[in-house]
């Protein structure tokens, strides 16, 4: 069974660059057909996709975010990460990276990790 | 691009049935057989209840069912019981390869 473990620094300052990685195991992210993606839910509201990269390193992005982030994997650590740029107090959410399955019949995210929540302070 | 659109909140006893239902646009749920439910409770992973319109994972209990008409799909829960409570998400793949979600509705069981 994949699982998906969140880490990085709970605080951040506003302006700063807000910095996660999603270590995954029982699984490879060089799997074909897997997306590794972040989603993140601020508080009181809904989930927001922020964007995902492919087995092949294919990255795309929530246009609404797309300017703010970048989405990296390390085979060798057998890990990826999130980095989100000039954040504001409006970044301040529950921050999820999740393993999506699509291929040309089916897509559907997989794996969730618990999240890890990010505060951005002033 | 816009959230899918979910009521906030939905409500039944136990032993009744709801539908929670999910609008998006011909880009996304009308556009793909590729719209999940997930359920959620705060502080834990959310759970794959539907995917691909209508198919439940294994392990997944026969009380929930999924439907789509049109642009609009829909989660269905019958013989509802107190551990269903909680919130609930669909999603959906998009004509420009990205993922989009609904708002999410709050599940209370009477």
């Known amino acids: 069974q994949v699982q998906l473990q969140e880490s990085g620094p709970g605080l951040v300052k506003s302006s700063e660059t807000l910095s996660l990685t999603c270590t995954v195991s029982?699984?490879?992210?060089?799997?074909?057909?897997?997306?590794w993606s972040w989603i993140r839910q601020p508080p009181g509201k809904g989930l927001e996709w922020l964007g995902y990269?492919?087995?092949?390193?294919?990255?795309n992005y929530n246009p609404s975010l797309k300017s703010r982030v970048t989405i990296s994997v390390d085979t060798s650590k057998n890990h990826f990460s999130l980095k989100l740029r000039s954040v504001t107090a409006a970044d301040t959410a529950v921050y999820h990276c999740?393993?999506?399955?699509?291929?040309?019949?089916?897509?559907?995210?997989?794996?969730w990790g618990q999240g890890t929540l990010v505060t951005v302070s002033s | 691009q816009s959230a899918l659109t979910q009521p906030a909140s939905v409500s039944g006893s136990p032993g009744q049935s709801i539908t929670i239902s999910c609008i998006g646009t011909?880009?996304?749920?009308?556009?793909?057989?590729?719209v999940s439910w997930y359920q959620h409770h705060p502080g834990k992973a959310p759970k794959l209840m539907i995917y691909?319109?209508?198919n439940r994972p294994s392990g997944i209990s026969n009380r929930f069912s999924g439907s789509k008409s049109g642009n609009t799909a829909s989660l269905t829960i019958s013989g509802l019981q107190a551990e269903d409570e909680a919130d609930y998400y669909c999603?959906?793949?998009?004509?420009?390869?990205?993922?989009?979600f609904g708002g999410g509705t709050k599940l209370t069981v009477l």
């Open positions: 999740a393993r999506l399955y699509c291929s040309r019949t089916s897509c559907y995210w997989a794996s």
């Open positions: 029982g699984g490879s992210v060089s799997s074909v057909s897997y997306y």
């Open positions: 990269i492919s087995y092949s390193g294919t990255t």
């Open positions: 011909s880009s996304d749920v009308g556009g793909y057989n590729y």
């Open positions: 691909d319109v209508g």
């Open positions: 999603s959906s793949y998009t004509s420009s390869s990205t993922m989009i």
